[in-house]
């Protein structure tokens, strides 16, 4: 669900009362169409995020800290130079529309007081995040807009800010419900949902489906409501009011399919009946940077790695395509005996054959059966069985030869899987730098010649402290795996993986202990969590010790091999994971 205007006045609210009266400390840009303005307040630190991403806008406190680019965008360096050190003074909404702005007392390059105003649009693909002086002028923004992408409002530096175009629709705050309700009534040929959606401003499609079952089950259309639903969209409306005048409302998530977050609300939501579960949040800000995290990092992912996936899902492709040609090349080798067979035959009964037949008629003596062999007519008995022999021969090499390759392809495949379920999993440029850095040390890629003798710094592998107190190590990529599988670990250290897919290597320091169960139960929930099974219900675990693994000669990164071991069903947990990081 999209962030609609009454989420966001809650959401107002609980910044203004976090945020108003402390002070710009730094500003980050982690990717193009976000900032993050890490605020002092009494309280300590916080992040505030702003967003005009197209699939999801928004603003918020956040405790994730996105990897930011090693040089910051001219954009960035704007803000810097602007709100360094300012102090939030408000932070207001345009009615229940989706338009924050938020108002900053700055010190200009001379020392005098100045203000300036950040105002966030949440409107999907039109998104914009906009920085404005006291007069009303653009400064700058995330997205400029000209006069060929747009004729009605023209978001340019150095112009006036003007507010987007109005949707007429009622601020639920500011109307009386009767007069709001009378002109529902009114309206045709849309059902009640709809209604409200073109009536309500800030109403969202899931609220308003919510009170009109409320309403009325089959959500009718609002002239064909009878007096008792009038009554009850009535009073609906009048306890939507209260909760935003009043500030009451809960913020919580709603999960299915074992726990996958798929809308939001502030409100009871029945319309999914027992599909839905409600988690309720501590705030807005945590119910929201919860929900998107994942979409978050997903997306992220997918922007800084598009090229590299492409390479990768290339390789992959050309490789299955040749697995597939090379088996079916491999099954016809299958008939290599019968061809053997045949010019046994023809050579056990050449005395009765003679040249220039179509095919030999001849005992088959080990089954004692007649068969019917295909024969050249210009070749002699002999000369047809030498054929024989030789396709037989010309298929057995092959055969030899193909079992090979096939088992060469199909390592070099489950590598290029490893490799991808990496990059999926990649939380930053340093992390995907380092892949792409494997990818040139294995000749996947090649490197340009001002790339040439540069080496990223080793980031060091994930840490987790388990409640029992031990360090749970994590790979990030293949080759950070085999370091830290062959190189870090201590001999009698625990060895987790999940079983049989890609993922990361997780070592448990058990400095010469017994492993606590608790602590064998969690870094198997890590080790599913960092693997390709992450969005599944449950993932099988192996886990050993480290002396048990080998690394097999000239084998790719990442790969290990292992005869004993013990496996365990564990649960992908985000929220365990994040509980335990080590926060360096």
């Excluded at 102090?87 to 924050?100: E, H, K, P």
């Excluded at 035959?345 to 001849?362: E, M, P, R, T």
């Amino acid at each position: 669900m999209p962030l609609d205007g009454m989420t966001l006045h809650f959401l107002k609210n609980e910044l203004s009362k976090a945020l108003i009266g402390s002070r710009v400390d730094k500003i980050y840009q982690p990717s193009h169409d976000e900032l993050v303005f890490l605020m002092r307040t009494r309280e300590g630190s916080m992040r505030l995020l702003l967003s005009a991403s197209a699939n999801c806008p928004r603003v918020h406190l956040t405790k994730y800290a996105p990897e930011n680019p090693s040089q910051p965008p001219m954009l960035c360096m704007l803000f810097r130079k602007l709100l360094a050190g300012a102090t939030i003074t408000n932070i207001r909404q345009q009615g229940l529309d989706r338009i924050v702005f938020i108002d900053f007392s700055a010190t200009n390059e001379i020392g005098d007081k100045t203000s300036y105003t950040v105002a966030v649009e949440i409107m999907a693909k039109h998104s914009n995040i906009i920085i404005i002086d006291e007069n009303g002028i653009v400064k700058d923004s995330v997205k400029r807009i000209d006069s060929n992408q747009s004729s009605v409002r023209l978001v340019l530096p150095g112009g006036n800010y003007c507010l987007p175009p109005s949707q007429n629709k009622y601020n639920i705050l500011e109307t009386d419900i009767n007069t709001l309700c009378k002109n529902i009534f009114t309206i045709q040929n849309k059902q009640l949902s709809g209604a409200l959606l073109e009536s309500v401003e800030g109403m969202s499609p899931l609220i308003a489906r919510e009170i009109a079952l409320a309403v009325s089950p089959a959500d009718v259309s609002p002239s064909d409501l009878s007096d008792s639903e009038k009554i009850k969209l009535l009073s609906n409306l009048e306890k939507l009011k209260k909760t935003l005048i009043d500030n009451t409302a809960t913020p919580f998530i709603l999960k299915k399919d074992g726990g996958k977050p798929f809308d939001f609300s502030f409100i009871d939501i029945t319309q999914y009946g027992f599909s839905a579960e409600s988690v309720n949040m501590n705030g807005f800000s945590e119910m929201l940077d919860e929900f998107y995290y994942e979409k978050d990092l997903r997306d992220r992912t997918r922007q800084r790695s598009s090229s590299l996936l492409k390479l990768l899902s290339n390789s992959v492709s050309r490789l299955t395509r040749k697995i597939e040609t090379q088996k079916a090349e491999l099954k016809k080798c299958e008939s290599k005996d019968e061809l053997r067979k045949f010019g046994e035959l023809i050579l056990a009964n050449q005395y009765s054959l003679s040249k220039g037949a179509h095919f030999y008629d001849v005992s088959d003596y080990y089954t004692g059966e007649n068969i019917r062999i295909k024969a050249d007519p210009a070749l002699s008995p002999g000369a047809n069985a030498q054929k024989y022999f030789k396709e037989y021969r010309k298929l057995k090499t092959a055969e030899q030869l193909l079992g090979g390759l096939i088992e060469n392809a199909e390592k070099e495949l489950a590598y290029l899987e490893t490799v991808i379920d990496s990059v999926e999993r990649a939380e930053g440029f340093t992390e995907l730098s380092e892949i792409r850095a494997e990818l040139y040390d294995t000749g996947y890629l090649k490197k340009a010649k001002q790339e040439k003798g540069k080496r990223l710094k080793p980031m060091p592998p994930l840490e987790f402290i388990s409640d029992d107190g031990y360090r749970i190590l994590v790979g990030r990529n293949n080759v950070q795996n085999d370091l830290l599988t062959f190189k870090t670990a201590r001999k009698d250290d625990s060895w987790f993986h999940a079983s049989k897919m890609p993922g990361s290597h997780v070592v448990v320091c058990g400095e010469g202990e017994i492993i606590p169960e608790t602590t064998v139960r969690q870094a198997a929930v890590i080790a599913a969590y960092y693997s390709s099974g992450r969005y599944s219900s449950k993932v099988p675990v192996d886990y050993t010790e480290v002396h048990e693994l080998k690394k097999p000669a000239g084998a790719k990164p990442g790969k290990v091999i292992y005869h004993t071991y013990n496996t365990m069903w564990a649960v992908p947990d985000r929220t365990l994971c994040e509980r335990l990081k080590k926060n360096k």
